[in-house]
């Protein structure tokens, strides 16, 4: 087992004091690394390659998301997830331990104002995004917040529909359609949402 995880620190320990007269520890350990890598899946070569979980420890891979032609992978340990969990002034602890200033160009995230005030307050010159899946859930949440009234199939229906179509128009249009909505919201109801 712990060949598995440091056949370096292996080989160097069982060679220790050994006469160097076969071969020298770097190539044990090159040829461990050989015999180790027969177990491992290939390399990936582009973003559709299959992931192996079982390579990977238990609880450490939280989340696979690809849209379009994007992929990110999500890993964190329980410890990252209970500290995440209580940070409040999460963006700048982070930032502030950096060893440089981030070149973050973008900020990808769910539709949490919270996430968003503090995005936007940490790095006012980050694009803030939200995933359509996301923007969804968040309304979707909202409709049924409100109560059963709003799940019926009539003029107020095709609304909430229309606003959950918004992250599918080109993002110039976005805000105006958006503004249109809210000036068409006539009822208590749509202008709740």
């Not at 320990?13 to 050994?18: A, D, I, L, N």
């Not at 559709?48 to 891979?61: E, R, S, Y």
């Not at 803030?128 to 199939?153: E, I, T």
Request: with cysteine.
């Amino acid at each position: 087992m712990f060949l598995q995880k440091n056949p370096h620190m292996f080989i160097e320990g069982f060679c220790y004091g050994v006469k160097r007269t076969v071969q020298p520890c770097q190539h044990l350990s090159r040829t461990a690394n050989h015999h180790r890598q027969k177990l491992r899946p290939d390399e990936p070569t582009d973003l559709g390659f299959k992931l192996h979980v079982d390579h990977i420890p238990n609880g450490f891979f939280h989340k696979d998301i690809q849209v379009g032609d994007r992929r990110q992978l999500i890993f964190a340990t329980d410890e990252q997830l209970r500290l995440l969990s209580k940070a409040k002034v999460i963006f700048q602890e982070v930032k502030a331990i950096l060893p440089e200033e981030p070149r973050i160009q973008e900020i990808m995230s769910d539709f949490e104002a919270a996430v968003w005030k503090a995005g936007v307050q940490v790095f006012p010159e980050v694009t803030m995004k939200g995933c359509g899946f996301h923007w969804n859930q968040s309304v979707w949440r909202k409709v049924q917040s409100l109560g059963p009234s709003y799940l019926a199939k009539d003029s107020l229906y095709t609304y909430i529909r229309r606003l959950m179509a918004l992250p599918f128009l080109p993002h110039e249009h976005t805000e105006p359609v958006f503004n249109r909505l809210a000036g068409k919201a006539s009822t208590h109801y749509c202008a709740t949402l």
